[in-house]
């Protein structure tokens, strides 16, 4: 399996299974949709879905067309999720669409007059949904341009309209009262579309509040671990955990300079382990300013964080060579190592992604 000279990310998809059991018990009386978007935050989407299919899960969200035909085929013909395409219609991509089993997320009146005319010209309409922009000027119709398509009897010939939604821009600030204001637009689109099932929160919203569930949750981030307000959430485990042995344990001179550049001088005596993970593997290497590994039972602050090696000031503690160091994981939570790179969880899972790290996956169905 692993040689020792190798980092090691390790993927616990029971620790997944728990998390979305927390996320539907905060939603309750709402289907949890996970987003699998970006191969599952880079942890192997279908591997992913397979097993939150086994937790109940029977609908999912893609970014792209190419990721929900690799998530019909990961799911295979035993799986008949839904699978909702963010993207939405792009020219040309009916057949595709339909040839995958995919519901596009039409987001502008072009999409939703392309989809029109394609289904006009299908044997069955195909089902889409809708996205309405609520403040995030990002995606999505106006409200002027909802009630159009509402109170027009055409601009929806050919299509079987499945859910409406919107996403919220400020909701890992709970009291940011632009929530209150994306919520009741929402309500306005929702009145649009009476009888249509409806779809408001990602992960952070889920933790707004009953009124922010509507129908469909769409959680993404804290299946992962990631908090709501963007801080660890004591209810959410970690899932992907990144360890690297140690290859070189070095004593530093007050003086001496560490890494490129000089990156740190030492102000003091250190010892520095230098562990075989870098950016290759996934790591932020702008996370070693503030960012800490965690060793020997305590938080150890990162050195430098360079291609293939990372330097970590490792103090007074016991080490040998080989030994494992977290860098990633229940004790180095993705929104701390974030937070030190000036990021979000979701750009630190998302390196994980094609990361030369070996894999291991616990609790794979
Ligand atoms: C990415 C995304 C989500 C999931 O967001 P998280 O913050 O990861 O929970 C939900 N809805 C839409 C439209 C998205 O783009």
């Known amino acids: 399996m692993s040689s020792p000279t190798a980092a090691r990310l390790t993927i616990d998809l029971d620790a997944l299974a728990r998390n979305y059991a927390v996320l539907c018990a905060e939603a309750p009386g709402a289907e949890a949709a996970p987003v699998v978007k970006a191969d599952g935050y880079g942890l192997d989407a279908g591997r992913i879905a397979r097993r939150l299919w086994a937790e109940g899960a029977r609908a999912f969200f893609v970014a792209r067309l190419a990721e929900g035909e690799a998530l019909r085929t990961a799911l295979g013909a035993e799986r008949p999720a839904t699978i909702y395409v963010l993207d939405g219609f792009l020219p040309g991509s009916g057949p595709r669409l339909v040839a995958a089993g995919l519901t596009p997320v039409l987001s502008s009146l072009p999409q939703i007059e392309a989809a029109s005319a394609f289904g006009r010209a299908s044997a069955a309409p195909p089902q889409v949904a809708i996205q309405a922009d609520?403040?995030?000027?990002?995606?999505?119709l106006s409200l002027e341009e909802a009630a159009v398509v509402a109170g027009s009897t055409d601009r929806l010939r050919g299509l079987d309209l499945r859910l409406i939604m919107s996403h919220l821009g400020s909701a890992t600030s709970?009291?940011?009262?632009?929530?209150?204001?994306?919520?009741?637009?929402?309500?306005?689109?929702?009145?649009?579309?009476?009888?249509?099932?409806?779809?408001?929160?990602?992960?952070?919203?889920?933790?707004?509040?009953?009124?922010?569930?509507?129908?469909?949750?769409?959680p993404g981030i804290s299946l992962f671990g990631g908090g709501p307000e963007e801080r660890p959430d004591p209810r959410l485990e970690a899932v992907a955990t990144l360890e690297a042995p140690i290859l070189y344990i070095r004593a530093v001179a007050p003086g001496e300079m560490v890494g490129y550049g000089a990156s740190l001088i030492a102000r003091r005596p250190m010892r520095i382990a230098?562990?075989?993970?870098?950016?290759?593997?996934?790591?932020?290497?702008?996370?070693?300013?503030?960012?800490?590994?965690?060793?020997?039972?305590?938080?150890?602050?990162?050195?430098?964080?360079?291609?293939?090696?990372?330097?970590?000031?490792?103090?007074?503690?016991?080490?040998?060579?080989?030994?494992?160091?977290?860098?990633?994981?229940?004790?180095?939570?993705?929104?701390?190592?974030?937070?030190?790179?000036?990021?979000?969880?979701?750009?630190c899972l998302v390196r994980l992604g094609g990361g030369r790290a070996e894999r291991v996956y616990l609790g794979e169905v």
């Open 134 to 140: 609520t403040g995030m000027n990002r995606q999505g």
């Open 174 to 218: 709970p009291d940011d009262p632009r929530n209150e204001l994306q919520r009741g637009r929402f309500e306005q689109v929702r009145r649009l579309f009476p009888g249509v099932r409806a779809s408001f929160a990602a992960s952070a919203g889920i933790m707004l509040g009953p009124d922010y569930r509507n129908d469909i949750v769409r």
């Open 274 to 347: 230098v562990v075989a993970a870098g950016y290759a593997d996934g790591l932020i290497r702008a996370s070693r300013h503030g960012g800490y590994a965690w060793f020997g039972g305590a938080r150890r602050p990162l050195v430098i964080v360079n291609m293939d090696l990372t330097a970590i000031d490792i103090g007074d503690a016991p080490a040998t060579i080989g030994e494992y160091v977290e860098l990633l994981g229940p004790n180095v939570p993705i929104d701390d190592a974030a937070a030190a790179a000036g990021t979000v969880a979701h750009e």
